[in-house]
Every structure is written in structure tokens, then in C-alpha cells.
């Protein structure tokens, strides 16, 4: 199960940075149904495993998060073999409940962004975002909604069919290089994060041009997210340079493809980031 998780990371199947930190954490109860001698034994496997499963996505401080407390509440804490499987679970289950839980009242705290009538922009795939705009509806906002489409994944085509299955969204799809066009329509931009680190947002490409832009016409940004990727040390943000064949499925000659996952954008440009703690002041 962590081997083939961690090719489900390299590979990007799940996409939400949330999702990913639970089903990596998850997967370390793999290591409680494995014949160790010692307790030594099974924490050196442990240590070894979130290692792998951290260097398969460098990029999610989330992950790194959660499996960092996982290590560091089960290495040199258990009473011997047994105890130690039983403290991997408990914690592996305490982890994914604050993850889970984090997102949830994020997406709760950031619903009353979402008023009846308004239009707002939003970037990639969110889950987060898409739970606040499931409950906004269900306390009867109506809304527009313009999604880019984040090439060259295309995720946000995932987010439209999403938002397009919700009663009182009416979503609009659009290419990247348009937000400028559709912006001066959006009452405001919201947006899920990467992570912040060290006073810097990482987020789907594009990020840092949408937000500039938004600033420049006078839209105000919302980013939001759990308090879990906003990360102040000991981790340090590695961008992900995906295939060229994302972006041109033939090579050509003479021609560098380059193809990002994140840009970084100063939060000086964000005009509030809501958490499962409520409203970060950087």
C-alpha cells in the first residue's frame, strides 16, 4: 500500500493537497501488520517509509506535516513492539481526523465569503473552496462562478462539472490568459493554497499573475485553507517541474518545454487568508 501510494502521489492522481496528506498517512498502518523483532526495528522501517512518502511530493507542506507528527509521537515513545503498532494506529487516526477536521471548518469559516447574487473567480481545484460554495448554496446563496481552466492539467474543468451539479451555482468556464477580461465582472477572487511558507504563497501555476491582475483592478483575494500549510520552519518548499508531454505531446526541435507545477505570490498581495483558526495576519 505505501509503495503504490507513493506512485499515486508521483503521478498526481489526487490532487487536493489535503487528500493526499491523508491517504500518505494512511498508508504507514501498512508498517503495524509487518513482522518486526523490535521496536528499534519497526521505528527505523517507520522512519524510512515517511521519508519515501515525503520526498514523493516535496511540494505539500500538509504532508510533510502530518507525517512528521506521526513519526515524532510514535519514535522513542513506545513500551515495546505491540505498543508501538497501537500508538501508530492512534496517532495515524488522530492525525487524519485534524487534517480532515481542519478542512472542514475551513470550509465553514470561509462560506459566508460566498453572498446571494455575487460573482467570484476562482483557480485550479480547490476542495476546500468547493465545500465553502457547497455550503454557502445550502443556506440558499445563488452565485456565478469563473473557473480557469489550470493548464495544463486542466483541473479546473473538473471543478466546473463540479459546481455545474450544484443548485444555485452557474458556473463559467474560461481559459487562463482570461481572468483579466472577467475579473472587473467578480465581486472577489477565492482560491485554496499549496502552503504558505515563510510569508509566501505556493499555489497551481497562474496563481501569481491572477492575483497581480486582481490587484491591479481593485478585486479583492480570499485564499483559504487549513492552518496545517501554513508552515513558519523546518520545511522547505521544493517546486515540482512536471512532464513536457503535458504541455506538447511531441517534442520539438530546437525548443524547451517548461511546465512548473506552483508559482510562489507574496501574501502582501492577499487581501485575507482563512483558516480553520479563522483569519491569518501576516
Known sequence: MIDETIEEIREMQTHSSSVVAVKATRSLAELTERDYTTVE????DLERNV???????PSHASLYNALQEVLSSVQGEANGLEDARSLTLDTIERVV???????RRAATNAAELFEDGQAFL??????TVKEAVELAVEGGASMRAYVTEARPRFLGRKFARELAALDGVEPHLIVD?????????????????DCIV????????????LVATANQVGVPVTVVGSSAKIVDGGFR???EIRSPSEVMLEPVEGIELENPAYDATPVELIDQVITDTGVVEF
Open 177 to 193: 490568459g482570461a481572468s483579466g477580461f472577467f475579473l472587473p465582472e467578480c465581486d472577489h477572487v477565492v482560491i485554496g493554497m
Open 237 to 239: 518548499f521544493e517546486n
Open 122 to 127: 476562482t483557480h485550479d481545484y480547490s476542495s
Open 41 to 44: 526495528e519497526f521505528e527505523r
Open 51 to 57: 521519508g519515501a512518502l515525503k520526498r514523493a511530493s
Open 198 to 209: 515563510d510569508g509566501t504563497l505556493y499555489n497551481r501555476v497562474g496563481t501569481f499573475p
Open 97 to 103: 481526523e485534524d487534517v480532515e477536521m481542519g478542512k
